[in-house]
């Protein structure tokens, strides 16, 4: 992850409400009764935040699925939307060419690839094409890797479009854009600040249940970018139930620094969880970092905010390391 990779995320938003504002989308055919997002990796990680955000106002379930192989729900009632930004990840082709199969509605994200000429030349059983509407995003000669933000927008369009999320979905990405504007720069400052404080320790980040998936794409950012391990876990649970286990062994406790990201958003549950962890778990460990986001008033103004910073200290704590991003992957991690 380069600098200017971080720094085009104003960019990707900016893009993404426009591309919202202009894109021709085809209605369902018939009702949504479920929603699964399709993808690998990050983009993954952009369904699960969406997903979170779903939970609180979709009246249909949104899930998120990593398989070539659909759950057995999904039909004619189901919208499946497959994420992929090369287009050729092959767990999300299948997933798409199985969905068309099955009769569900598909719509599809991708930068190109396999997945783009699919989605343009799908045809069902009835003989129409099944694709109900494609986000494309800016490939590889933009962004050197998935552009989380912008996914975000898409899914959320889509969703929006689909009647899945509420139309007051867009004001809140206006709001949120204008608010991560003003905020940038303290951003960057404060992420500086939590790398200092990661430095030959070993992360342990906890948050609320909502931020899950924003932790564990903190997780594979410092795996990836950092080289270093870290563990996540959100509160009330399952993160309460380990909160006994700060005992042993007492030579790695020394050698952690507790991440506490807190929110307005927070569960009661969730506040008095983190005050235990100050009182019980903190004097056992090797330090504490307290991530407190106050501005922002919606969880998707927080969330984006969250990710941001959370990217910006993985690449901060990549260079302090003296680590240089890897550039490819690893020769049997393969996604072609």
Same mark, same amino acid.
């Given at each position: ?28 055919? =018939? ?22 955000? *779903? ?46 199969? =099955? ?29 109900? *509407? ?26 929006? =479009? ?53 932790? =564990? ?47 307005? *958003? ?46 910006? *200290? ?23």
């Amino acid at each position: 992850m380069t600098r200017p990779f971080l720094e085009s995320y104003l960019v990707q938003l900016r893009r993404g409400l426009a591309w919202c504002e202009q894109q021709p989308m085809a209605m369902p055919p =018939r009702q949504i009764r479920n929603v699964v997002l399709v993808g690998t990796d990050d983009e993954a990680t952009a369904a699960e935040i969406v997903a979170g955000w *779903a939970v609180r106002e979709s009246a249909v379930p949104v899930s998120v699925w990593q398989s070539s192989r659909l759950p057995a729900f999904v039909g004619p009632h189901t919208l499946v939307i497959a994420v992929s930004f090369s287009g050729d990840d092959v767990e999300t082709n299948e997933a798409a060419k199985e969905a068309v199969q =099955r009769g569900a509605m598909l719509a599809c994200v991708t930068g190109g690839g396999f997945l783009l000429n699919f989605a343009q030349n799908a045809t069902s059983a009835s003989g129409g094409n099944p694709v109900l *509407a494609v986000a494309e995003v800016p490939g590889l000669g933009h962004f050197p890797q998935p552009p989380i933000a912008y996914l975000l927008v898409q899914l959320c369009a889509l969703l929006q =479009r689909f009647g899945v999320l509420s139309q007051n979905m867009t004001a809140e990405w206006q709001q949120a854009v204008a608010l991560f504007d003003k905020r940038e720069y303290f951003i960057q400052d404060g992420a500086e600040n939590l790398a200092l404080g990661l430095g030959r320790k070993l992360p342990v980040v906890y948050a609320d249940a909502a931020f899950g998936a924003v932790l =564990r794409r903190f997780q594979q950012q410092l795996s990836r970018q950092c080289q270093q391990l870290a563990h996540v876990n959100v509160f009330p649970e399952p993160g309460r139930a380990e909160l006994s286990a700060w005992r042993h062994p007492e030579d790695t406790l020394t050698h952690t620094t507790v991440v506490l990201l807190t929110t307005p *958003a927070d569960s009661p549950e969730t506040t008095q969880c983190m005050e235990t962890v100050r009182q019980k778990v903190v004097p056992a460990s090797g330090g504490v970092a307290e991530v407190r986001l106050t501005h922002g008033t919606t969880l998707l103004d927080l969330s984006l905010y969250a990710v941001c910073l959370f990217d910006w *200290a993985a690449f901060f704590l990549a260079r302090d390391n003296e680590n240089r991003p890897p550039v490819g992957s690893f020769p049997f991690f393969r996604r072609d």
